[in-house]
């Protein structure tokens, strides 16, 4: 850190200063966009203890991320390879959730995770996380409101194809630079465009630390224009599909690119959004916060302040700081202690003089004594003729630095009888009573206790009575204290003891664990005398004076059921019984849905709703979930304790057309093609069929409907046994299109 210093030094009151803190440079590799700093002014010396005051001032120059510029930029992309692998073999879906390795801000919202699209996309929105990522984005135009624009960077968004072997072909990210300045660099290397596998795609995206700079890097972005029109969109949109920063002619158009590279900054509004911390960088003590500061050093010091810079959705710890030198001068402390001796008719108090000054100092004082008296001693002494409080107030003077101090003293003394009782004045008889005196004057009283029992103690100038002592029985008993002084004057105070006899109280119960609904019922066995008691029930009910009831809870818990009497003294007596009620465990499979087996993926039941029950599915199966790969009807019970839930689902088969996965074109009249059966029973409108080699070369393609398939031949040469690759596109009756992928094996 850089800090510049200016001091403007004027010895008149004070010095009025002005630093100032500039943020540190950004590191090589660190976009240049992040810029914030400092000034102080005010008052450093502390004159005659009047304190400082000093005031902060911010400069920014840190904008929101709600609104961003596009600009081309010298292309100079990052490594192409990084040490994290995201997508390996797959096509059309998002990945899982990348963990970000710093708080990234995207349209004013800080995020700490990402997901990667297959089609060249980095979405912040987690919840697509494995799911399908669509590659038909002909006629689309951002900002559109669909999940693969949705909250998301397109670096392009166009439809490659990483489920095709290609040698070299890379989706990784990586982590470079340092902090605060890190960057994030997501690469797609060499991954073939779909439908044109010869062409290779490779692009990039950089996102930098503090700054929230995005950076698409293109090495190649060629064009297949035989496949979904063509279409590519680069750019930014936001998480509702309202706003897009897209780069001019590249937002659902057709485009190629060649070493290439584009920057979107935020410009937003610029807020500047900061917080402020003052700290005595002598003692450590924090002085408050705020850009105001107000503060009275007992001696010189430094202040130092520290300013952190707050993003529209994130703080940004700058680390700028100054440090401040403070100076005490010409400082005056006035304090005082006080003797008091007491005496029958006057009393005379010293008082010591603790008054702090500067080394080699004058001081002068002068004393009020708060009757009408004063002195200019500095320890004087003073006798007051009357038993009243009064103020006394001491003047210190240090070459014109004064500071005033005034302190409270009560000289009111007469004999009085005071004393606590432990525990008071009504306990209950297994409780012993004791006592301490607080009588005045303190100290210098004989005491004089009775019982009222017929037993009486002296403890003379001790104010405890000792030892405690136990009432025989119960009933009221008058306690006497008498105080008497050095001169022979009395003074007596007495309390009417309250003594108490205990009860007891008891009760049973059908049941202490049941389920929602379920009555438990009670019996008690309560002392007669005690005609007031009360049932608690855990779940705010109370039932006053009624013997033997019942209870039923609404709602699952753990409950403390308690029965207790009404006593005025000795504890209640009382009864308490934990009551655990369990919920029916609120169950649901869903709505009936289908499945095509070996074609659609296999359905997941489960219930998550309730981690403690037990479980009992149709199958057999015991967990709380299953995997469910025919059609038919299903059901689970679920049970906590003796209390249970039945649900059930009726899974139904859903298949358009039926792909056999072998043939066996050897002219036996079975198998001799392979071609999807029962096209026409399903309703398919339009077809296609392609096959593949091993080495990704199209060997077949059929578009008839009623065609009779693959014969197992290329340019009419019989093909070898081994697998092949289908890919199928349909659309049905019903304009519903379905695209299937698989293997099929040419048996010899």
Known sequence: MKNLYKFLLFFILGIVISNKAISQPPPPNCPPAFSAGFDIIGDSVSYCLDGVNLQLLPVSTLYATDSYSVDPIPYNPYPWVGANSIIVGTDDFWSGVVPLPFPFCFFGQKYNAVVIGPNGQVGFDISQATLYNNWASAGWVAPNNVPEMNNCIMAPYHDIDPSVFYAGAKITWDIYGTAPCRYMVISWDSVPMFSCNNLLASQQVVLFESTYLIDINIKNKPLC?????????????NANGTVAFMVPGRNGTQFTAVNDSYRFTPVGVQNLNYSVNWVDAVTGLSLGAGNTLTYFPPGPTKITADMQVITDCDTLIALMKDTIDILVTGSVTADFDMDIHLGCDDDTVFFTNLSIVAPGANPVYQWFFGDANGSNFTNPMHIYLTQDTFTVMLIA?????????????????????????????????????????????VGNVFHNWNYGDGVTINTGLNPLLPPPHYYPTAGTYKFTLVVTDTLGCQDSLSDIIYVDAPTYVDFTASDSNICVGTPIFFHDTINPANAKFTWYFGDGQILKNVHNPSHSWDQAGTYIVKLETDKIICPEAKKELTVVVNAYPQLSLGKDTAICPGLTGAILLADLNNPTAIYQWSTGETSNSIVVTQPGHYWVKASNGECSTTDSIWIQRDCYINIPNSFSPNGDGLNDYFLPRELLSSGVSSFKMEIYNRWGENIFTASSVDGRGWDGKYNGVAQPFGVYVYIIDVEFVNQVKKNFKGNVTLMR
């Open 225 to 237: 224009a035989g496949w979904n029109s063509g279409t590519a969109h680069q750019g930014i949109q």
């Open 397 to 441: 003077n240090d070459n014109n630095c004064i500071d005033t101090i005034t302190k409270f003293i009560d000289l009111r003394h007469p004999i009085k009888a005071v004393y606590g009782l432990n525990p008071g004045d009504s306990l209950c008889i297994t409780q012993s009573i004791s006592a301490i005196s607080n009588s005045d004057p």
